[in-house]
Nanobody, 127 residues
Framework: DVRCRRLGGGLVQAGGSLKLSCVAS???????MGWFRQAPGKEREFVAQ?????????VGDSVKGRFTISRDNDAKNTIYLQMNNLYAGDTAAYYC????????????????????WGQGTLVTVSS
């Protein structure tokens, strides 16, 4: 099971920060974990991915330099998404994802590569 939890309020002013956490419960760390988001009326969008083996952690172009994905070294099945310098365009439902499939590494940007989806948490950025 993949569970997404928001640290801090879901409503933040433009320029502010917010942190999301996600835990893959009842199992070892999946091959990959990451985040997608979906704004109202828009397609799902890849945000970031982190891999069990470490190394390259791809980040979506629209959040590059502002969002950081990381893994908890103590709670090893937990990942975080630190979101800084938020603006209205970041308003969306954020979904934690996970997969053990090999194509989730090469096709990390594709929602179809992920078998496990969290319930999602709404992030609203006011301008």
């Amino acid at each position: 099971d993949v569970r997404c939890r928001r640290l801090g309020g879901g409503l933040v002013q433009a320029g502010g920060s917010l942190k999301l956490s996600c835990v893959a419960s009842g199992r070892t760390f999946p091959l990959v974990m990451g985040w997608f988001r979906q704004a109202p009326g828009k397609e799902r969008e890849f945000v970031a991915q982190i891999r069990r083996r470490g190394g390259f952690a791809p980040v979506g172009d629209s959040v590059k330099g502002r969002f950081t994905i990381s893994r908890d070294n103590d709670a090893k099945n937990t990942i975080y998404l630190q979101m800084n310098n938020l603006y209205a365009g970041d308003t969306a439902a954020y979904y934690c994802v996970a997969s053990d499939r090999s194509d989730s590494v090469g096709d990390y940007w594709s929602a179809d590569s992920y078998d496990y989806w969290g319930q999602g948490t709404l992030v609203t950025v006011s301008s």
